[in-house]
């Protein structure tokens, strides 16, 4: 018998050590391992000086995270032109004020913002297995899954009045302006398609008049909103909720983008194509995770500096 049961018992207790070891890495280090990625799109007008723009995006911030407070409020020193904030900023109702704390310094620019799911209710402790099997059925948000009941409510209206008194404009289903280095920057917004409050014929129309730049701005990457913005015509579209996947495969990328954008583009820079329109694609990779699952791997949380410059 000890022969019979003796290999497995031993491969069974490596593969425990490599799984404890994977999620010790996962949660206590690359979690908390935050990135600064730079990216260049040539959207700009021919002459125009470049502008320097920081995406922060899928915070979810929880009391007590001091490195990542302390991480983002340092991203002021990039002294961007504007900052772009893409949604899912809480993963705890009484984190407010220390997310307000964290971007305080980036509130002195100025910024725009759209709202996602997380920053509207509390996550709810979930079976992973059960979340990546959904994903794989096409089950995403209210767009695949019966009403969420007994949910958490954020206290969202705290958050959002900080955010317009520094003078952040809200998108949700509406259009902004900002000016930046004599450049005057457009930008139209949805409210999350995560939770079907995306609302695009509010705001269809395509850009502005008059604007040197109209830019798209969405928290989940969904397709019919993708396709609206790219088919009246933005040249840059702006977005986030994936977490880059969280927890992908080294040398092959993600499993799931918890919408139903296809996983080549769960983050960085892409193209999105409708008839003969073609725009950008920015999906950020955020700096968060759900409270509940708060690990990632190969996949370091983030946020962006988009360098945007003249087109070629």
């Not at 004599?182 to 939770?195: N, R, S, W, Y």
């Not at 995306?198 to 008049?209: F, L």
């Not at 088919?231 to 909720?241: F, K, V």
């Not at 919408?259 to 999105?272: A, E």
Request: with cysteine; charged share 20%; hydrophobic share 40%.
């Amino acid at each position: 018998m000890r022969a019979r049961y003796g290999v497995p018992l031993k491969v069974t207790a490596v593969g425990a050590a490599v799984g404890a070891a994977g999620l010790v890495y996962a949660a206590g280090f690359e979690a908390r391992s935050f990135r600064l990625r730079r990216i260049t799109i040539p959207v700009l007008p021919h002459g125009a000086r470049p502008l320097r723009v920081l995406q922060v995006s899928d915070i979810h911030m929880v009391s007590g995270q001091r490195k990542k407070r302390a991480w983002l409020q340092s991203l002021a020193g990039l002294r961007p032109d504007f900052v772009v904030n893409t949604g899912d900023n809480l993963s705890d109702p009484e984190a407010v004020p220390e997310l307000l704390d964290a971007l305080g310094p980036l509130m002195e620019f100025p910024g725009v913002y759209v709202f996602g799911s997380n920053d509207y209710y509390g996550p709810k402790l979930r079976n992973p297995v059960r979340y990546l099997l959904e994903k794989t059925q096409g089950k995403h948000g209210l767009n695949g899954n019966a009403p969420a009941v007994d949910v958490v409510h954020n206290p969202w209206e705290p958050m959002r009045d900080a955010f317009d008194e520094a003078g952040w404009l809200n998108l949700s289903n509406t259009r902004g302006r900002i000016k930046a280095d004599g450049l005057e920057i457009a930008f139209t917004g949805l409210d999350d398609p995560h939770i079907k409050r995306d609302r695009y014929a509010e705001v269809a129309g395509g850009p502005e008049t008059g604007a040197d730049l109209s830019i798209g701005v969405v928290h989940a990457p969904y397709l019919r909103s993708l396709d609206a913005f790219t088919a009246d015509g933005y040249p840059l579209i702006l977005a986030g909720h994936t977490h880059g996947g969280q927890l992908c495969i080294p040398f092959y990328g993600a499993l799931v983008t918890n919408c139903d954008l296809d996983t080549d583009r769960v983050k960085g820079l892409s193209g999105h194509t409708v008839g003969e329109q073609r725009s950008y694609l920015h999906v950020s990779a955020g700096c968060g995770t759900n409270r509940y699952t708060p690990v990632r791997f190969a996949c370091p949380p983030e946020a962006t500096l988009l360098t945007l410059t003249p087109r070629d």
